[in-house]
């Protein structure tokens, strides 16, 4: 039988991607851990989506970038020249991935000109929840994102993505609703 433990963080430090240890209250584990969180938090609006429809494949495609951006955060300085884009960076194409997802949903409803109350649909409650753990993952990712990484505007381009799905999946709901004074 395999074990699934190992011990090792016992003493509160965790090992990082390419060697080292920190202690895992320190920025790289924090930042790791929120985004795992942010990719929980979509796998869970994932499971309530059409299998193999379009939000699921994004949704699945978003899962598994954000493989790539914990690997890019588990990553002391000193071992940065080890990252390969795409597979443990996060690169510029995959930013702009993400940028066309959000063009081609915003395409797909009409946008509010209100704010928006969140849990018209189980779904777009999920997706909203999931954009805001997204935010949090970027606030935490700030304090170990190396300069010039891409891990910020892929952060931050995901929560206006997941903004967009959850309108999107609202449908009519988001149309039926009382616009607020102004609006």
């Known amino acids: 039988m395999t074990r699934l433990y190992t011990g090792k963080g016992d003493d509160g430090t965790t090992g990082l991607l390419f060697g080292g240890r920190v ?7 924090r930042a790791v851990g929120a985004v795992d969180e ?9 499971a309530l989506c059409e299998r193999d ?24 300085p000193e071992n940065h020249a ?8 996060v690169s ?8 066309a997802m959000v063009d081609d949903v915003g395409e797909r409803f009409e946008a509010p000109s209100a704010f928006v109350v969140p849990g018209q649909t ?18 935490e990712a700030v304090a170990a994102a190396a300069p010039g990484s891409q891990v910020l505007p892929y952060l931050n381009r ?10 999107w999946v609202e ?11 102004g609006g």
């Open 53 to 76: 429809g379009l939000l699921d494949r994004q949704l699945t495609q978003v899962c598994r970038d954000l493989w790539v951006l914990m690997g890019e955060l588990a990553t002391l």
């Open 92 to 99: 510029p194409a995959m930013v702009q991935a993400v940028e």
């Open 23 to 29: 202690p895992k209250d320190s920025a790289h584990p």
């Open 38 to 46: 942010a990719q929980a938090t979509i796998g869970l609006a994932r």
């Open 171 to 181: 449908g009519d709901h988001l149309l039926s609703r009382d616009v607020a004074p």
């Open 82 to 89: 080890k990252l390969a884009d795409g597979q443990t960076r």
């Open 122 to 139: 189980p779904l777009a409650a999920h997706l909203d929840l999931a954009r805001t753990v997204v935010r949090r993952s970027e606030r």
């Open 158 to 167: 995901l929560s206006s993505l997941l903004w967009a799905q959850a309108r």
